[in-house]
């Protein structure tokens, strides 16, 4: 029985297995429409969420099984004191594998020790996202060919952002990457991300501007300012339209640079970039589905072809 905590729980062979059957169910998916029949998932969702949750909950029934769950904690008995580990027990006599999200980094980890079903980390706290990884190396892969060889941007709330944090631990294991931090000073990126950077010599930058790097990015990965992560509304306020990539602002970019965000977007994408062909974070979002479809059956034990 095997969890999903860290995106570094998965070898970079398996990152690159999960991708190729992610892209085989995208080829042939009335091949995987009964590989779960009679499983089910349980989505235990204590912080909001549309993409991840659905997504899961689309991914398991794509494969033929059900979904049973809960979307906030207010509705389980986490509102009467119940633990994480104690709910992790009592879903694990109901259902076959949990994806869960949680305000409190670790969260998913200690159900992960209490259950004795796998356990997704579907976002803790301000920490990991390891699932949206999946579906941002899956676009990347799929939209411009490779995961080597490089220059990646990433804008934003680096500091809160999990999907940051995930997303460059999983492409710091890949060959010749390098990176561009781009952020207001509160929000850049954690010191224990820039170390192993430095640890790895792998290259980085980082800036305050993002017309500047522009030119020089194969992938601009915008983030939403993570408001519900701040102590106080003023600094919010204060930093949340930093940064704004209009149509206009995209004619500085390559013509052939990447648009990813993970979404909910804000304010950071104006939607005059939507119809650019470069943009891909809707198609990001439909790619999530089929990657975490991948990731059930490996975390299942169902065998692929
Ligand atoms: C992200 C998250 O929850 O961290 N959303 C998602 O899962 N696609 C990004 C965000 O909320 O800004």
């Not at 941007?153 to 931090?181: E, M, P, Q, W």
């Not at 500047?212 to 915008?222: A, F, G, H, I, T």
Request: aromatic share 8%; charged share 25%.
């Amino acid at each position: 029985m095997r969890s999903l905590n860290s995106i570094l729980d998965l070898g970079v062979d398996e990152l690159d297995g999960l991708i190729a059957t992610a892209k085989d169910i995208i080829a042939h998916p009335e091949a995987y429409w009964d590989r779960c029949a009679h499983k089910k998932l349980a989505t235990l969702f204590f912080e909001p969420s549309t993409r991840t949750r659905l997504s899961f909950e689309a991914a398991m029934l794509e494969l033929g099984g059900s979904v049973i769950g809960f979307s906030e904690a207010s509705s389980s008995s986490a509102s009467k004191g119940e633990s994480v580990a104690d709910t992790a027990k009592i879903v694990s006599c109901y259902a076959d594998i949990i994806a869960m999200r949680h305000p409190k980094e670790g969260a998913p980890y200690v159900a992960s020790q209490a259950a004795s079903i796998p356990v997704i980390n579907a976002g803790d706290g301000g920490h990991n996202h390891p699932t949206q990884t999946l579906a941002d190396l899956l676009t990347i892969s799929r939209e411009m060919g490779r995961l080597s060889n490089l220059t990646i941007g990433l804008c934003g709330d680096l500091k809160f952002g999990r999907t940051v944090h995930s997303l460059v631990n999983a492409l710091s294991r890949y060959d010749n990457l390098r990176f561009i931090f781009i952020s207001p000073t509160e929000l850049r990126v954690p010191d224990y991300i820039t170390e192993m950077l430095r640890e790895k010599n792998i290259p980085y930058e980082e800036v305050i501007r993002l017309e500047d790097k522009l030119p020089e990015l194969d992938v601009l990965y915008m983030t939403r300012v993570q408001k519900e992560r701040f102590f106080n509304e003023e600094d919010y306020v204060r930093l949340k339209d930093f940064y704004i990539l209009t149509a206009k602002k995209m004619n500085l970019a390559p013509p052939d640079m990447l648009v990813l965000h993970p979404l909910p977007r804000v304010n950071e994408i104006s939607v005059d970039v939507d119809d650019d062909p470069r943009a891909v974070y809707f198609k990001q979002a439909q790619y999530a589905v089929y990657v975490r479809m991948a990731l059930i059956l490996t975390l299942l034990n169902i065998h692929v072809d």
